[in-house]
C-alpha cells in the first residue's frame, strides 16, 4: 500500500522569504505522479504543483518548485517569495500511474506566513 | 465552467438521522470521487465512480453508508443512520481521462461540513 507522509504539521515564515515543505511517500509503484495542494481557509482544495515520476526534471509554477528525488522517496514544495495569501493548509498527495485512480493524502502541513 | 457544485455546504443533524450529500461533477468529466476529511484521519477517499459504475468502494466506512451515481450528471453520499463520529467534511470531485493521457486532474467541490450531534 502506498503511504504518503508529512512530518512538519506546522511552519511559519515571514512574507517575502523562502519555505521549503517537506513529504515523504513509500510505494512499490515505478511510476506514479505527486502533487502538492493547497487548502486556504475556504475550505477550497486547489491544486499547486504536479511532478510526473518519470521526469527527471523537477516541476515549477511560479514561485512554486518541487525538488523531486525519486531514490529517497522525497517530494519537497519550495514556496519564494511568500505571500500573505499563501497561508493555507498544504496537501502532499500520491496517485498511481495508470488510467485514473484515487489520490493518497498526506497529514498536512500548516502555513502561516506573516507581514 | 460552473465547476463541482455539491450541496448542502453545511449540515447539521441528530445522531440517528439519515444525511444525503450530493454533487454535480463537471460536465463531461467521466469521474467522480468522494473524499472525507476528518481531524483525526486527515483526507481519504471513501468511493469513486467511472461511467457511472463504481470502481472503489473499499473507502466506505461501513454499511450505514452508500453512494450513487444515477446518471452522468448527479451523485449522493447517504448515511443512514448517521452518528457524531461521522462529522467532516466531505469533498466531491469530478476529472475526464483524456485520449492518449494517463493522468487527469480532479477538480474538488467546495465540500460539505457535515455536523451529527
Known amino acids: 500500500a502506498q503511504t504518503v507522509t508529512q512530518s512538519q504539521p506546522e511552519m511559519s515564515v515571514q512574507e517575502a522569504e523562502t519555505v521549503t515543505l517537506s513529504c515523504t511517500y513509500d510505494?512499490?509503484?515505478?511510476?506514479?505522479?505527486l502533487f502538492w495542494y493547497k487548502q486556504p481557509p475556504s475550505r477550497q482544495m486547489i491544486l499547486v504543483i504536479r511532478?510526473?515520476?518519470?521526469?527527471?526534471q523537477n516541476a515549477t509554477e511560479n514561485r512554486f518548485s518541487v525538488n523531486f528525488q525519486k531514490a529517497a522517496k522525497s517530494f519537497s514544495l519550495k514556496i519564494s517569495d511568500s505571500q500573505l495569501g499563501d497561508t493555507a493548509m498544504y496537501f502532499c498527495?500520491?496517485?498511481?500511474?495508470?488510467?485514473?485512480?484515487?489520490?493518497?493524502f498526506g497529514t498536512g502541513t500548516r502555513l502561516q506566513v506573516f507581514p | 465552467d460552473a465547476g463541482v457544485i455539491q450541496s448542502p455546504r453545511h449540515e447539521v443533524t441528530e445522531m440517528g438521522q439519515e444525511v444525503t450529500l450530493r454533487c454535480k461533477p463537471i460536465?463531461?468529466?467521466?469521474?467522480l470521487f468522494w473524499y472525507r476529511q476528518t481531524m483525526m484521519r486527515g483526507l481519504e477517499l471513501l468511493i469513486y465512480?467511472?461511467?457511472?459504475?463504481?470502481?472503489?468502494d473499499s473507502g466506505m466506512p461501513e454499511d450505514r453508508f452508500s453512494a450513487k451515481m444515477p446518471n452522468a450528471s448527479f451523485s449522493t453520499l447517504k448515511i443512514q443512520p448517521s452518528e457524531p463520529r461521522d462529522s467532516a467534511v466531505y469533498f466531491c470531485?469530478?476529472?475526464?481521462?483524456?485520449?492518449?493521457?494517463?493522468?487527469?486532474?480532479?477538480?474538488f467541490g467546495p465540500g460539505t461540513r457535515l455536523t451529527v450531534l
Open positions: 470531485a469530478s476529472s475526464l481521462l483524456a485520449s492518449g493521457t494517463t493522468y487527469n486532474e480532479q477538480f
Open positions: 465512480f467511472n461511467n457511472n459504475v463504481p470502481i472503489d
Open positions: 510505494t512499490s509503484e515505478s511510476n506514479y505522479y
Open positions: 511532478q510526473e515520476a518519470y521526469k527527471q
Open positions: 460536465s463531461g468529466h467521466d469521474y
Open positions: 498527495a500520491f496517485m498511481r500511474s495508470y488510467n485514473t485512480d484515487k489520490l493518497i
